[in-house]
């Protein structure tokens, strides 16, 4: 059954990091690019970045470049997101997503991907 599980939210201060965990333990990532998307409450679903399933390309939204940085081990079919210097607007539910694809296909839209997770929550207050 192809399934997603998401791990590693969790409450922080702002400024503060956590590292999210997207596992996939009933199937293979290695044909797969992931994407990690978030919602915050009252608001749309959000990109956050994606991974092609070489690990050779990858995306940012605006919104997290340079902070966020997004990784995977094909090996521990584990997708990681690290994020440092946490905004109060980074705060929502964190979704990962997996779709098959090429190595090199790196398409970040919500629509595109079609397994998902359950989702994580990262709230970022004092």
């Known amino acids: 059954q192809l399934q997603l599980v998401e791990s590693g939210g969790g409450l922080v201060q702002p400024g503060g990091s956590l590292r999210l965990s997207c596992a996939a333990p009933?199937?293979?990532?290695?044909?797969?690019?992931i994407g990690w998307f978030r919602q915050a409450p009252g608001k749309e679903h959000e990109g956050v970045s994606c991974?092609?399933?070489?690990?050779?390309?990858?995306y940012y939204y605006d919104s997290v470049k340079g902070r966020f940085t997004i990784s995977r081990d094909n090996a521990k079919k584990t997708v990681y997101l690290q994020m440092n210097s946490l905004k109060p607007e980074d705060a929502a539910i964190y979704y990962c997503?997996?779709?098959?694809?090429?190595?090199?296909?790196?398409?970040?839209?919500?629509?595109?991907?079609?397994?998902w997770g359950q989702g994580t929550q990262v709230t970022v207050s004092d």
């Open positions: 009933g199937f293979t990532l290695d044909n797969y690019a």
């Open positions: 991974i092609s399933s070489s690990g050779g390309r990858t």
């Open positions: 997503a997996a779709e098959a694809a090429g190595p090199e296909w790196n398409v970040c839209l919500r629509h595109e991907y079609r397994i």
